[in-house]
């Protein structure tokens, strides 16, 4: 019997791993669009996220259309609030945060807050997976900390919030029946925020952009928000959310390479080692078969 739980389990997870790899490089790929916008000025967290929404939301109604037009649009408004809360908090702190110090914020927020979410809804925390999530925060922090400056108290708080928000996306995310219809849903519904945030920023005569800021927020919304939350919407539904939570550990670490790769930041035996560190804990944790809450008992 537990031979073929095991081969079930190795089945079911052939189904979500590459969808999962694909959501987080997407994740990672929103830190660089950020680093290159608004740590170098081309435009404002406002405008940016303005258009991270909007084109990310687009984007997932011409494809719902083009697939299935008659199909109505899912999501919810705890979904839209959670999402903009998210984004715009997320521009916000990237201005004075160091892009480490930053994704370790916001994952680790992420992480305590999935993690206390399932523990309240009677998700047995399994040996295996606290053994990984437990190696990949430790190479995370060993990556990140040593030798960086305290960040500043406020940009910090504001990062912790983001990641919370995001955490409860993710969570609300697991009840998805149709993950394309509800992330469009929950980005359409992020938009009267946006109006409301816009309005009051042109109104203090904080909006602006330059041509490389908005090709940035259009590549963050489109690709790396838009397609990549509807898949992670797919995959956070077949995945225990301590699973979720340590796979989100793995971002930052890709995030650091892409940055090496991309915006030739310098490469270290440290990042080379507590890369193999991370990615192991996060291997490790998600091997480990889901158990449902009335098994925890």
């Not at 919370?164 to 519904?189: K, Q």
């Not at 203090?204 to 992670?232: F, H, I, K, P």
């Not at 889901?290 to 925890?296: E, F, G, I, K, Y």
Request: proline share 4%.
């Amino acid at each position: 019997m537990r031979n073929g739980t095991s081969l079930l389990a190795r089945c079911n997870r052939k189904h979500w791993v590459w969808p999962a790899m694909f959501s987080v490089v997407a994740f990672a790929a929103n830190s660089i669009f950020c680093r290159l916008a608004l740590m170098n000025g081309d435009v404002d967290p406002g405008t940016f996220t303005t258009i991270r929404l909007v084109s990310g939301g687009l984007f997932l109604l011409l494809l719902i259309k083009l697939r299935r037009p008659a199909r109505p649009l899912g999501g919810s408004w705890k979904g839209g609030i959670s999402l903009f809360v998210y984004a715009y908090l997320f521009s916000i702190a990237y201005i004075q945060l160091g892009a480490g110090v930053g994704a370790l914020i916001l994952f680790g927020s992420v992480q305590i807050a999935m993690f206390a979410f399932a523990w309240v809804q009677g998700e047995r925390f399994q040996a295996q997976v606290l053994l990984g999530m437990l190696m990949a925060f430790a190479g995370l922090v060993a990556l990140l900390l040593p030798g960086a400056q305290a960040p500043p108290l406020v940009s910090a708080l504001v990062m912790i919030v983001s990641g919370v928000a995001w955490g409860a996306y993710s969570l609300i995310g697991r009840g998805s029946v149709n993950p394309l219809a509800d992330t469009a849903g929950n980005f359409i519904r992020s938009w009267p925020l946006v109006l409301f945030m816009g309005l009051i920023l042109s109104v203090v005569g904080q909006l602006y952009t330059s041509l490389e800021g908005s090709l940035y927020a259009l590549g963050s919304g489109v690709l790396a928000s838009g397609a990549g939350y509807a898949v992670w919407y797919g995959v956070v539904k077949q995945i225990s959310a301590q699973q979720a939570a340590t796979l989100q550990l793995s971002v930052p670490i890709l995030a650091a390479l892409g940055g090496v790769l991309l915006l030739s930041e310098p490469m270290s035996m440290r990042l080379i080692i507590t890369s193999g560190v991370v990615l192991s804990g996060v291997a490790i944790a998600l091997m480990a078969p889901r158990l449902r809450p009335d098994r925890a008992r």
